[in-house]
Structure formats: C-alpha cells, structure tokens
C-alpha cells in the first residue's frame, strides 16, 4: 500500500457514493425554513455550548500539537465530502453519509462540533444543503448526537475487549444511525403527529431514515476503520492523539 493508494481513498469513495446518488428529495439535512421559528431558536440554544466548548478544546490541540493540522483537514475533508452525498432510499427521501466518525476517534467529540458547524455552514451556503436558521438542529443532530455517540461506543467497546478497529467500526456505524434518530426526534417534536403525537410522528421519521441508512452507515464504518488505518500506517496521528480507548496507533 503506497501513498498513492491513501490519496486516492476518500475521492474515489466518494465518487463511487456520487455516481450511485441522485439529486433529487429531501436529505437528513433539515432545509432553510422548513423548522419552526420557535424550533429552530431551541436547537441553536442546545448546540451553541457545544460549539463553543469545541472552540476552546479546538484550539488546545492545534497551540500543544501544531502537526495536527493536517489530520484535522483530512477530517474536515472526510466529513465534508460524505455528508454532501445524497443516496436515494426506497421511501422516497434520500440518505448520506455523515462522516463524524473518523475525527471523533481521533480527536473526541467535542472538537468535531467545530468541524461539523464548519462544514454545515459551507454546505448550506455554497450547495444549498441544510439551512442557516436550522443549522443550530443539523449541527446538534450531525456535530453533537452523533460524535457524542461514537465516543461513547468506542470507549465502551475498548474497555470490554473490543480491539481498536472493531471499537472505532462500531462507533462509526452507531454515531451515524444516532445522527438520524435525533433528525427523527427534532422533526417529531416540531410535527407531533394527529394520531399518536410525537412517538407515533419519531417512528414515522424513523423508518423512513433507516430503510436505507443501516446499510449506508456499515458502509461508512468500514471506509472509517480504511482511513484510520491508513493514517496509523503513514504515522499522520500516533505522535500527537491517541484513540479514546488509550492505545494509541495499535489498531
């Protein structure tokens, strides 16, 4: 495996997700106006702690290891690319990757709401993906939920045995589906069924995410679990972060 191969990973994942997607519907990106006002106000409330701590810590890692630079752009770039993606489901809305997984192994939760509000915020404004009055519900849901998420699942799987790649490929896989279930509940609590209210509205929501979403979200697990170990081969993370499970570039 030489450098080339490592370049070319990403793209050509996401060419592959590219060419098999459509343009078309509505993707787990809540759109521009689509919230309540009064919704979108409460989900901007809720992310902004967050956002903010991710700054602080943001800011610690790059001032006590300057090369974290580089990962932390081929984070970025992971994110920014999959989660731009729009696979189409059987139900008629569309799916994507999100991409999280990846920078919260290498770098926690926390720094990947600045990450994820970055990429949110470039999305909405130059593709017309997500919004800016709902980018406080789609930062918590895709910068929040899901890398909160994935930590966790990582941390817990290492302690009981699990080896870094198995922790890391779980906690990819569940951060994601995580990601659209708290989509599901935002949308459930702003359209609260007639018939059921918000529970019967969240399983509504919910089913239509994960028709396609459980399979996309292995996908994504297994290209996380390529990049990290590609990134351990080429030494680009073990001098300056270790994985939450504490063993460093033993993957």
């Known amino acids: 495996m030489n450098k080339k191969f490592f370049l070319l990973t990403v ?8 060419y098999c997607s459509s343009a078309t519907a509505h993707a787990m990106h809540i759109a521009e106006g689509f919230l309540p006002l009064k919704w979108a106000i ?9 956002l903010i701590g991710g700054i602080y810590k943001l800011r610690k890692v790059i001032e006590e290891h300057p090369e974290a630079k580089m990962v932390l752009g081929i984070s970025a770039a ?9 696979l189409p489901s059987v139900t008629g809305s569309t799916s994507h990757p999100t991409g999280m997984g990846l920078g919260t192994a290498l770098f926690g939760p926390i720094v990947m709401s600045v990450i994820g509000f970055i990429v949110l915020l470039f999305q909405a404004l130059l593709l017309a993906h997500g919004g800016l009055t709902t980018l406080g519900a789609n930062g918590f849901a895709m910068a929040v939920a899901g890398p909160f998420t994935a930590y966790w699942i990582i941390v817990l799987t290492g302690k009981i045995g699990f080896s870094n790649r198995a922790a890391i490929f779980s906690g990819a896989l569940l951060g994601n589906l995580a990601t659209y279930l708290a989509t599901s509940l935002q949308l459930a609590l702003a359209f609260p069924a007639a018939t059921g209210g918000i529970i019967a509205s969240f399983q509504k929501f919910a089913a239509v995410f994960m028709t396609t979403q459980i399979p996309l979200a292995v996908s994504e697990a297994l290209l996380t679990v390529v990049v990290v170990n590609l990134l351990a081969k080429y030494q680009l993370q073990g001098k300056f972060i270790k994985f939450p499970v504490g063993e460093g570039t033993k993957i």
């Open 78 to 86: 992971f994110v920014f690319v999959l989660s731009a993606l729009k």
């Open 11 to 18: 793209p050509a994942a996401a060419f592959y997700f590219w």
């Open 42 to 50: 409460i989900w901007w409330v809720v992310f902004l702690p967050f």
